[in-house]
């Protein structure tokens, strides 16, 4: 079956700690996104990548990086120069084909920083 | 800037016909998508309008209307499984395509 996969769904760290959260996609999606949502929010754009070894910052990037050397892969890291990093982070392809756009979810990884 | 409103919260009875209300402020506007999310969940894809109009997927439409700024999304015959957030979301083009989500609707479903 083809889908999105993120893992671990809960991940707790310590305050200034670094963490990286995985994204795996095997429906050979281009585009690659990276979302924050906190409680009672929409979802916050965090990084996107269009092709593989190229991304961009959205709306909300500071305190994170990201890297893009497989197609298939897109992991987020949250450094510890994010203030306030405990939140629901979800993962999202896209086709960059047809009209709607229409983007494919993972499951979330719910960060909870100590 | 971008921008999109929906109201935070609606209630309504099983069986009774919803909708819910998105108005935007953006530049280079493609089009407006509605997403469902349940409690704990990952958002799903519920429609897509370009052009004006209404687009029916079942019990499920949407519409838009460019000149207005403005889109809502129907549910008809509610169910309680219908209970979750909806949000809309503008597809705009500035340098690259982007997705701009809405903060969502939270829809009560009751018996």
């Known amino acids: 079956d083809g889908g999105i996969t993120q893992s671990p769904k809960y991940l707790f760290r310590k305050e200034g700690q670094n963490v990286t959260l995985s994204c795996e996609q095997n429906l050979n999606h281009d585009a690659m996104y990276w979302y924050r949502q906190d409680p009672g929010q929409g979802l916050r754009l965090i990084y996107y990548?269009?092709?593989?070894?190229?991304?961009q910052k959205g709306d909300i990037a500071e305190g994170y990086s990201v890297s893009r050397e497989k197609k298939e892969s897109f992991p987020l890291t949250v450094t510890s120069a994010q203030k306030n990093p405990t939140a629901f982070y979800l993962c999202a392809s896209t086709s960059g084909q047809g009209e709607t756009n229409e983007q494919f979810f993972g499951p979330g990884t719910r960060l909870t920083v100590l | 800037g971008q921008s999109l409103e929906q109201p935070s919260e609606v209630t309504a009875v099983e069986g009774a016909i919803v909708q819910i209300n998105c108005t935007y402020q953006?530049?280079?506007?493609?089009?407006l998508s509605w997403y469902q999310q349940h409690d704990g969940g990952a958002p799903t894809f519920l429609s897509y309008?370009?052009?004006?109009g209404l687009e029916e997927t079942g019990r499920f439409s949407s519409f838009l209307s460019r000149s207005d700024s403005y889109g809502y999304l129907l549910l008809q015959e509610l169910q309680m499984k219908d209970s979750a957030s909806y949000f809309c979301a503008v597809r705009a083009y500035t340098g690259g395509f982007k997705t701009i989500f809405g903060a969502g609707t939270r829809l009560f479903v009751k018996a």
């Open positions: 953006t530049s280079g506007f493609y089009g």
């Open positions: 309008n370009a052009l004006d």
């Open positions: 990548s269009q092709i593989v070894n190229d991304f």
